[in-house]
């Protein structure tokens, strides 16, 4: 087994992180570093440097702060020689983390730039079935309730949040993943909580005749739904991806779970000496912020 550090102990860390490295048989959680988390019975460290200089023994870093603080971290575990994990998004800026493929590069580690929804059981098979496939329409609907998912976190309002495109970005991970042919966005429209620096709400229209509409204000059932249509053929995801209908029909799910599937990817990028960084999510986030109508609409409080 593979002893991997965890950094930043906060929500999904705990909530995916952990029970998917303990439930593996290649990795073995070996230290933790955090201002104010730790995971009984694991060595914690609050000092990221003094971690990397006393524990030569841990190959692989998983980094699940937030985005902004992430680079300095990444490039730091890059220049120990060390293979990085990043959450997604995979950092606050696109060029950071090119500059962090080329790091990683130099240093012959792997870089992973994770994408959780894209391994949602169900996106596999959509991906199989509209691979020789013209997608002729397509519509996002990403509405959740960030108290429930973010809960008092307010770096998601603050510059390099991304806001709504938190979680959004899971939306168009999954997009960019299962459609044979890219996109590109034509118009958007944000809106910003009069006192928040990122979007609560964003409607998107992309080329192809894609459509999407996320909102982080929706209390109550929550709906992460992305559909498809391919001429005749019509592609359901559901439940964030985890749920696939083609034609009706409930497709073949994949075998893992998201989180269990990234570090089994992992794994098998350290293998094969190589790595995974795709940014065309983010490229969709940052053009929307470019090209994005700016819409004033009530004050948020967690
Ligand atoms: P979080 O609960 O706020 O935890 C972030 C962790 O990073 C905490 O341990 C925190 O503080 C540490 N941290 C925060 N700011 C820091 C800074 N400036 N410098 C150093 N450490 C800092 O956030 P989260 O919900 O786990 O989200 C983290 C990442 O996971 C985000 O990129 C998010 O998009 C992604 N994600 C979140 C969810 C979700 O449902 N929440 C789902 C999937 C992916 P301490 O060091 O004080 O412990």
Request: hydrophobic share 45%; with cysteine.
């Amino acid at each position: 087994m593979t002893p991997i550090c965890l950094v930043g102990i906060g929500k999904i860390a705990v909530d995916q992180h952990v029970p998917a490295i303990d439930g593996s048989a290649d990795w073995t959680l070996a230290a933790t570093v955090s201002r104010a988390g730790s995971v009984d019975g694991v060595p914690a460290y609050s000092d990221f440097d003094q971690m990397l200089a006393e524990r030569p023994d841990i190959p692989v870093i998983s980094l699940c702060l937030p985005p902004v603080p992430r680079y300095e971290y990444a490039a730091k575990a890059i220049a120990a020689g060390r293979h990085v994990m990043l959450e997604k998004p995979p950092g606050a800026t696109l060029a950071e983390v090119q500059a962090l493929e080329t790091m990683a590069q130099t240093a012959g580690v792997s870089l992973f730039a994770t994408w959780h929804s894209r391994m949602a059981r169900g996106v596999a098979a959509a991906k199989s079935f509209l691979a020789d496939k013209t997608v002729t329409a397509g519509k996002i609907t990403w509405k959740e309730d960030v108290r429930r998912w973010h809960p008092g976190q307010d770096w998601v309002f603050d510059p390099g949040g991304m806001g709504v495109f938190d979680p959004g970005i899971n939306a168009l991970s999954i997009l960019t993943e299962v459609l044979p042919a890219p996109v590109h966005l034509q118009s958007a429209t944000l809106s910003f909580p009069e006192n928040r620096q990122t979007p609560i709400a964003a409607d998107l229209r992309f080329s192809g005749g894609i459509s999407g509409a996320f909102d982080w204000r929706q209390e109550g059932p929550q709906t992460w739904d992305i559909t498809l249509q391919a001429g005749d053929d019509l592609v359901e995801l559901q439940e964030g991806g985890n749920r696939c209908m083609i034609n009706g029909q409930e497709a073949t799910l994949s075998e893992l779970d998201e989180y269990p599937a990234l570090y089994a990817r992992m794994a098998g990028l350290i293998k094969n000496s190589s790595s995974d960084v795709d940014l065309s999510p983010m490229i969709h986030v940052a053009d929307a912020m470019t090209l994005g109508q700016r819409n004033i609409v009530a004050a948020f409080a967690f």
